[in-house]
């Protein structure tokens, strides 16, 4: 079975989420989605969660799109074992532009109002990120053959595979704004940056502060 790089825990690649127009690591979007489908309670990136339900999020149409190729291999456009970002290709750019969350869906999870408004207007983001998106216009890509990856190597499996363990990986899932929290230590370092990105707006610092 073809192993996908844009699927395992070994990826390196980033990507520019454009529903919060923040850079992003995809291997932790990715163990994000097995969570949320696996229907585990995850209480960070609730505005995340939110866009993978609704059908917004890049990561679940980037699984999708590879899990619905007909039976031949689809390419693996997202994955890199060198730190680097990768940009979104068009045909998913198009699949979530006009896609809006529902109020009943938006309603079940503890968003902030800076969430909630980038939840619902993603569209000018994402029509931004297509005018220089690979395969706009109907032009072709480069096909990327998924790699054989040697898991025992780097002591790790493909993220369907990984045990869901929270307390683990629980920092790879900061929220993009900090919420209202009882604190019984004072806040670190890392704490204040965080509150300082938020609040100037910078959601790719917030959202990787802790990573």
Not at 79 to 84: A, D, I, M, Q, V
Request: glycine share 6%; proline share 5%.
């Amino acid at each position: 079975m073809a192993k996908y790089l844009t699927l395992s825990s070994e990826n390196q690649a980033q990507t520019v989420c454009p529903i919060f127009n923040a850079k992003t690591k995809v291997a932790s979007c990715m163990l994000l989605r097995e969570r949320v489908w696996a229907g585990t309670k995850i209480e960070k990136r609730q505005g995340c969660q939110v866009a993978m339900r609704c059908g917004m999020c890049p990561a679940t149409a980037i699984v999708d799109r590879i899990g619905k190729v007909n039976g031949q291999l689809a390419s693996d456009d997202y994955g890199s074992l060198e730190p680097k970002v990768v940009r979104i290709h068009a045909p998913i750019l198009e699949r979530i532009k006009s896609v809006i969350p529902l109020k009943s869906v938006l309603d079940q999870y503890q968003l902030t109002p800076e969430e909630r408004q980038m939840l619902q207007t993603t569209r000018g983001r994402i029509e931004e990120q297509l005018k220089t998106a690979p395969g706009r216009d109907g032009k072709s890509t480069a096909y990327i053959a998924p790699q054989k990856i040697d898991y025992a190597l780097y002591g790790s499996t493909p993220v369907s595979k990984r045990k869901l363990d929270i307390d683990r990986e629980e920092a790879d899932f900061e929220v993009a704004v900090p919420r209202t929290v009882v604190r019984t230590q004072p806040k670190s370092a890392k704490d204040n940056t965080i509150n300082r990105a938020a609040m100037t707006g910078d959601m790719s610092v917030a959202i990787n502060a802790a990573a």
